[in-house]
T-cell receptor, first 109, second 116 residues
Framework: RKEVEQDPGPFNVPEGATVAFNCTYS??????FFWYRQDCRKEPKLLMS???SGNEDGRFTAQLNRASQYISLLIRDSKLSDSATYLC??????????FGKGTMLLVSP | DGGITQSPKYLFRKEGQNVTLSCEQN?????MYWYRQDPGQGLRLIYY???????QKGDIAEGYSVSREKKESFPLTVTSAQKNPTAFYLC???????????????FGPGTRLTVL
């Protein structure tokens, strides 16, 4: 089983739509969780960390479910500029980040 | 402006040649990392360093070498022993050391290496 799994998409949505991505991780000892955004041919950029209580940043809401070992990202009122690949990232104790392959989002006018 | 710089942005080399990719940061971060990204693949860790003069192998270190003589700099050498060197190489840094809780990493713009 892969350490971090994501649906590669693409998710095609119209502007203004709400879209959600899930990501599952295999190691129950995973301790930190993030969503990164990567534009085509650019470097990943931190979107938000994901905490046990869930957290929100503007139109973006992230949730963590440790029992089921998944994290989610909800984007409300999608903008054209939200089009990108969203990377799910987890860390294990005493180790570095493990990246999923990403979910592609395409927002159309 | 604080940040991470990588140079060059694009690099072309002939097969069998060693090549060194530059990574510099002025964020005063202790930890630095090198990743490789292939099309349709997740990032894979090559090497990381938590302090000056110390570095650790990541998941795919074979055919690569690094040095960390200064806190600000973490160059990566792609040697002729690396069988498939063509890829997008990303350098990152973090305030906390590798493995720390919520250790956010920040990335440079990357170097696209093509071996002909």
């Amino acid at each position: 089983r892969k350490e971090v799994e994501q649906d590669p998409g693409p998710f095609n949505v119209p502007e203004g739509a709400t879209v959600a991505f899930n990501c599952t991780y295999s190691n129950s000892a995973s301790q930190s969780f993030f969503w990164y955004r990567q534009d085509c041919r650019k470097e990943p950029k931190l979107l938000m960390s994901v905490y046990s209580s869930g957290n929100e940043d503007g139109r973006f809401t992230a949730q963590l479910n440790r029992a089921s070992q998944y994290i989610s990202l909800l984007i409300r009122d999608s903008k054209l500029s939200d089009s990108a690949t969203y990377l799910c990232v987890v860390t294990l104790p005493s180790y570095t980040l493990t990246f999923g392959k990403g979910t592609m989002l395409l927002v159309s006018p | 402006d604080g940040g991470i710089t990588q140079s060059p942005k694009y690099l072309f080399r002939k097969e069998g040649q060693n090549v060194t990719l530059s990574c510099e940061q002025n964020l005063n971060h202790d930890a630095m990392y090198w990743y490789r990204q292939d099309p349709g693949q997740g990032l894979r860790l090559i090497y990381y360093s938590q302090i000056v003069n110390d570095f650790q192998k990541g998941d795919i270190a074979e055919g690569y070498s690094v040095s960390r003589e200064k806190k600000e700099s973490f160059p990566l050498t792609v040697t002729s022993a690396q069988k498939n060197p063509t890829a997008f190489y990303l350098c990152a840094s973090s305030i906390k050391g590798a493995g720390a809780l919520y250790n956010e990493q920040f990335f440079g713009p990357g170097t696209r290496l093509t071996v002909l």
